[in-house]
Structures are given as C-alpha cells and as structure tokens.
C-alpha cells in the first residue's frame, strides 16, 4: 500500500510562489505516475499536473489553466514529487492533493491534502 505525504501548502499573496512535497512510501514500485490534484469548494476536482514516476521519461501533463505557471518535478532518491507553483492567482486556491497512479489502475492512492490560500 501506497502512502503519500504532502507538505508546502499555506497562504500566499497573489503573484507569490508556493513549492508543494508529495513523499511516497510503501510500495513504490508500483506507481506508475504520480499527479497533484486540487479542489476548490464548490467545485469538481482537477488534475492539476501529472509526471511519471521513476526512471522512466518525465512525461509531464498540465492543466491548461497551470500551464506556465506551474511546474512537476520529481527527486527518485527521495521518492518525492514536487509542484512549483509561480504567479500565483487567487483562483489557485484550493486543497490540493497528491495521488498515485498504480499498476493496479489509476489515482488510487492519496494523501491528505494540503491547503494553499492565494490573497488578492
């Protein structure tokens, strides 16, 4: 079994940067991919970016509403996966959450969310 651990979140003034840590354990072998999510209340979850996981191409995939402005990374050493997030925008705001994609089959495992707060 899978297990993420996000860190990062917080508030922000708009234009800031925030830098998200997702830390995997457990199983890790197993992922195939990992994303960030973020759901903001009221609304529809949304992968916000995506980058697979391990040695393979990075292969990263971006919401349009974060492309050039947010960018996936990933440390194999560290099984961790970050989300540098620049130019922040109040519509940013949302709890986002780390998920892993699997072999057993799509983002079935997930952290605990972490909360980013962007201030106009």
């Known amino acids: 079994q899978v297990q993420l651990v996000e860190s990062g979140g917080g508030l922000v003034q708009a234009g800031g940067s925030l830098r998200l840590s997702c830390a995997a354990s457990?199983?890790?072998?197993?992922?195939?991919?990992m994303g960030w999510f973020r759901q903001a209340p009221g609304k529809e979850r949304e992968l916000a970016a995506a980058i697979r996981f391990g040695w393979s191409s990075e292969y990263p995939y971006y919401a349009d509403s974060v492309k050039g402005r947010f960018t996936i990374s990933r440390d194999n050493a560290k099984n961790t996966v970050y989300l540098q997030m620049y130019r922040l925008k109040p519509e940013d705001t949302a709890t986002y959450y780390c998920a892993a994609d699997t072999s057993t089959g799509g983002f079935n495992s997930w952290g605990q969310g972490t909360q980013v707060t962007v201030s106009s």
């Open positions: 457990g199983g890790t072998f197993s992922i195939y991919r």
